[in-house]
């Protein structure tokens, strides 16, 4: 594509004039085939950053970038392909269970998830601790599982939305990450072309969060429920507080396991509560239940009878797993996934309640230990991690512990004193906060 072209559509963005929609798809196209000057998309994006862009342009490019790639079908009751997206926050798990919960109560879900960005974990980090589990599945190979078993969770790639690839690379580089009509057409276009009839966001705010205050993540949530709503998809966002880390499990092994242990009908209440919440929204939204109560029962019921960890197990064994360690895994994570041997316990100095823990000092160490990438060709270390065994509102005594930190490299004083400034403790009894905070509907009408 011409550098004079892409001029003409920078022109009309400075000018909040609406772009020329041919050209904007030859723009889009040009960047999945990767016949655009980096330099011209460059000034794109920062005319974008800078200026914004109108919510009709940001479903127009969305859809552009949606359809410069492969896009699922789906022939066989379409209205039950469903999804969701986070945000990202500090022991987010929920992908991991939600996926076959979901497959349990007969939902279709074509998952595409992401690796680690910043601070912030990746699912597919965290499944490809699991010995043999692959994610790098073909867009075929991504319905063949979604036919035989109902869910699958892969790697994003080029066939799938291949614009973004290019577009997200020179984001990162351009500091040009955080706008919001950039990051709407990033999220949506892979999600609408996984052939979505449903869509629920987790949208996180708060200090360990990408939107740290309740305003940003509401713009955010609402730009991307009305591009989701204008390509025809059903959706909800959901505000949560990302403040104190999620569950009990922070790090890629470990958070494995606290998944199966929420399979297994057990685990922490924390990540329980958000799986039935987000999984509920979308039974709700595919009108397989009519109220919010059916929907958190048939999910608590999948969740205690097994089923919903059966179709993890399905899951594993069809993206490589063999059939003997996918067994064992569901039934003892701890013999399968690689944990560290070393660990050290971080103590309370004062005696009360729990009253925070903060989710990005410990992201922070846990990242410089390998559970996380500074670099893109950085090597996760999948047994790093964090068991918290204090939670908030708890009770604590003076010495006790209150987290441990399992490492593969001696951790700094620097360190270990970050860690210990990492919680604080209140004098008065502490009432926990629900994660949800508020939720952002569809445009009426649609």
Same mark, same amino acid.
């Given at each position: 594509m011409k550098s004079e072209e892409v001029s003409i559509l920078c022109e009309a963005v400075i000018n909040s004039e609406p772009m020329n929609r041919i050209l904007l798809s030859k723009f889009i196209a040009a960047v999945a085939s990767r016949d655009v000057e980096i330099s011209a998309a460059e000034s794109w994006l920062k005319a974008v950053h800078k200026y914004g862009i109108s919510a009709q342009d940001t479903i127009t490019l969305t859809n552009e970038m949606m359809n410069s790639g492969s896009i699922l079908t789906w022939e066989e009751e379409p209205?039950?392909?469903?999804?969701?997206?986070?945000?990202?926050?500090?022991?987010?798990?929920?992908?991991?269970?939600?996926?076959?919960?979901?497959?349990?109560?007969?939902?279709?879900?074509?998952?595409?998830?992401?690796?680690?960005?910043?601070?912030?974990?990746?699912?597919?980090?965290?499944?490809?601790?699991?010995?043999?589990?692959?994610?790098?599945?073909?867009?075929?190979?991504?319905?063949?599982?979604?036919?035989?078993?109902?869910?699958? +969770?892969? @790697?994003?790639?080029?066939?799938?939305?291949? $614009?973004? =690839? *290019?577009?997200?690379?020179?984001? #990162? /580089?351009?500091?040009?990450?955080?706008?919001?009509?950039? +990051?709407? @057409?990033?999220?949506?276009?892979?999600?609408? $072309?996984? =052939? *979505?009839?449903?869509?629920?966001? #987790? /949208?996180?705010?708060?200090?360990?969060?990408?939107?740290?205050?309740?305003?940003?993540?509401?713009?955010?949530?609402?730009?991307?429920?009305?591009?989701?709503?204008?390509?025809?998809?059903?959706?909800?966002?959901?505000?949560?507080?990302?403040?104190?880390?999620?569950?009990?499990?922070?790090?890629?092994?470990?958070?494995?396991?606290?998944?199966?242990?929420?399979?297994?009908?057990?685990?922490?209440?924390?990540?329980?509560?958000?799986?039935?919440?987000?999984?509920?929204?979308?039974?709700?939204?595919?009108?397989?239940?009519?109220?919010?109560?059916?929907?958190?029962?048939?999910?608590?019921q999948v969740l205690d009878d097994g089923s919903a960890l059966n179709k993890f197990e399905q899951m594993c064994i069809y993206q490589g797993v063999s059939v003997e360690t996918a067994r064992m895994l569901c039934k003892n994570p701890h013999k399968v996934l690689p944990i560290s041997n070393t660990k050290i316990e971080i103590i309370s100095n004062k005696a009360g309640y729990v009253n925070s823990i903060n989710s990005l000092n410990l992201a922070d160490v846990a990242r410089s230990h390998g559970a996380g990438r500074f670099d893109i060709e950085d090597i996760i270390v999948p047994e790093v991690g964090f068991i918290i065994t204090k939670n908030i509102g708890e009770k604590i005594d003076s010495g006790q512990c209150w987290m441990e930190f399992y490492y593969t490299n001696e951790p700094t004083y620097e360190e270990i004193s970050l860690l210990n400034r990492s919680i604080t403790i209140s004098q008065q009894e502490i009432v926990p906060q629900p994660r949800l905070i508020t939720v952002v509907e569809e445009p009426r009408g649609k």
């Open positions: 209205e039950l392909v469903v999804d969701k997206h986070s945000t990202g926050g500090v022991g987010d798990k929920m992908s991991l269970m939600l996926a076959p919960a979901l497959a349990a109560c007969g939902l279709k879900v074509p998952m595409l998830a992401g690796r680690g960005l910043g601070h912030t974990g990746g699912t597919i980090d965290k499944l490809e601790s699991i010995p043999g589990f692959n994610c790098n599945l073909t867009p075929q190979q991504m319905q063949d599982s979604v036919h035989k078993i109902g869910c699958c +969770i892969a @790697a994003q790639n080029d066939a799938i939305a291949p $614009a973004d =690839g *290019l577009l997200y690379a020179i984001r #990162d /580089v351009t500091q040009t990450i955080d706008s919001i009509p950039l +990051i709407t @057409a990033s999220i949506i276009s892979k999600k609408a $072309a996984e =052939g *979505l009839h449903a869509l629920v966001l #987790d /949208v996180k705010c708060g200090s360990a969060a990408f939107m740290k205050t309740e305003q940003d993540a509401i713009q955010l949530a609402q730009s991307m429920v009305a591009v989701a709503s204008g390509l025809g998809i059903k959706c909800q966002a959901q505000i949560t507080s990302m403040d104190n880390p999620i569950g009990s499990h922070i790090g890629n092994s470990l958070e494995v396991i606290e998944s199966i242990e929420v399979l297994q009908g057990k685990g922490h209440q924390d990540t329980r509560n958000l799986v039935i919440m987000q999984a509920s929204s979308l039974l709700l939204l595919s009108n397989i239940v009519q109220t919010t109560a059916e929907g958190d029962a048939m999910i608590s």
